[in-house]
């Protein structure tokens, strides 16, 4: 089997409605970042990039990258660098196509950013393509499955106050969710604290499990003063609370509070996380698989298992090819602790594509089609794409 063609679609979705916000401070028409420290730049769309591999043997797959702004960077790596370098070959050859991509420009210090995100979306649809070929699902290809639903947490708690965001918790809670991560509010660890202390008022840790992401915006003294805080409220993990470079604070972290410290989210590759857990600075190793592809988040996985540490997938606003992957790959390691549900992005997604996968109650039940089992309306598809490319062999 050899790769004949491969194709590019940039996607951007428009919301719905535009979530107003008094920190936001656009950039340009559609990108903004939040007033505060360390603001991430974020889209009023919701972008990715889908990336179509076809073979001399009719079999098609379909993968996705994480690029939630500036999505034509990384299709400019695909269309110009690896696309061309991968026509040809095999894709069952997924572990030496990766190293074959990466080895290109590690010399040149290109070992993570847009080139390992463009080579994610590449990765992800090799093992489509196997999968379809074997008539296997994805997991059964990386050593079967552990179990066959996955516990979901549910990682959009909108509201722009503690009210509205309790408020929020109720709902899904009605909606069968057991666990919830909260998003900080970006106004300083009172705040952050004063929500999850009226959320685990109302739910005890019975009842709700909790979950904080700091997106890297508290010093080490308010990480330090918050993390011995919340180890009282029995959260289950809390995320990037320091700089994200900053492996010695978050190592320094981890020894003084009860709660798992949990990091991912911005590492590329197995020797990032090598890095980071032989510091003991990552207690709850979180790839993800729109920026780690499937070959390298199953070594990421393993790694981690044989340090005795928990695997939770990373998933920002994956459509359906990004999130069936991280099912496939949760399923497969013995490690695994929760899986990141995102149900905007999910009901997005329905508008061009479904998946074989099913939530229920806060369950993801484990699919059993050949590949990933996603199933894309490419016309439907296409009233969404703001750029298309085509590289044949």
Not at 42 to 60: C, L, N
Not at 232 to 259: N, Y
Request: charge should be negative; glycine fraction near 8%; aromatic fraction near 10%.
């Amino acid at each position: 089997m050899k790769i004949t063609k491969i194709e590019v679609y940039i996607v951007k979705i428009p919301p719905q409605q535009i979530a107003a916000s008094p920190t936001k401070r656009y950039i340009t028409g559609d990108y903004y970042i939040n007033a505060g420290r360390r603001s991430c730049i974020y889209s009023d769309k919701m972008e990715t990039i889908f990336v179509k591999v076809s073979t001399d043997e009719g079999i098609e797959g379909w993968g996705e990258l994480l690029a939630p702004t500036n999505p034509e960077v990384a299709a400019t790596v695909i269309k110009n660098h690896l696309a061309p370098l991968v026509l040809g070959e095999n894709p069952f050859q997924n572990q030496y196509l990766w190293d074959k991509m990466l080895d290109t420009l590690r010399e040149r210090g290109y070992t993570g950013g847009y080139l390992v995100d463009a080579m994610a979306g590449l990765d992800v649809a090799f093992w489509d393509i196997k999968g379809k070929a074997l008539g296997l699902p994805v997991y059964m290809l990386l050593g079967g499955k552990y179990r066959d639903k996955l516990r979901c947490y549910c990682s959009s708690v909108p509201g722009q106050s503690t009210d509205e965001r309790l408020e929020s918790v109720d709902r899904i809670m009605e909606e069968g969710y057991d666990a919830i991560k909260i998003h900080t509010f970006g106004k300083g660890k009172h705040a952050d604290l004063e929500l999850l202390t009226a959320i685990r008022s109302r739910y005890d840790s019975g009842k709700l499990d909790l979950m904080l992401d700091g997106h890297g915006k508290y010093l080490l003294s308010e990480a330090f003063s918050l993390g011995r805080a919340i180890g009282e409220l029995d959260l289950m993990f809390f995320e990037s609370a320091l700089t994200f470079e900053d492996i010695q604070g978050h190592r320094k972290l981890a020894d003084a509070i009860d709660t798992a410290v949990a990091i991912g989210e911005p590492l590329r590759t197995i020797y990032a996380f090598r890095d980071w857990i032989d510091a003991g600075a990552l207690e709850v190793a979180q790839p993800d698989l729109g920026r780690n592809g499937i070959t390298e988040m199953v070594r990421i996985a393993h790694m981690a298992e044989a340090r005795h540490l928990a695997f939770a997938p990373h998933l920002s606003v994956h459509q359906l090819v990004g999130t069936a992957a991280s099912v496939h790959v949760s399923a497969a390691v013995s490690n695994f602790l929760i899986f990141e549900y995102q149900p905007n992005a999910i009901r997005t997604a329905s508008r061009y594509s479904h998946a074989a996968f099913r939530m229920e109650k806060g369950y993801i039940d484990v699919p059993n089609d050949p590949g990933l089992g996603v199933y894309i309306d490419e016309q439907a598809l296409r009233s969404f794409v703001t750029e298309y490319a085509e590289i044949k062999a």
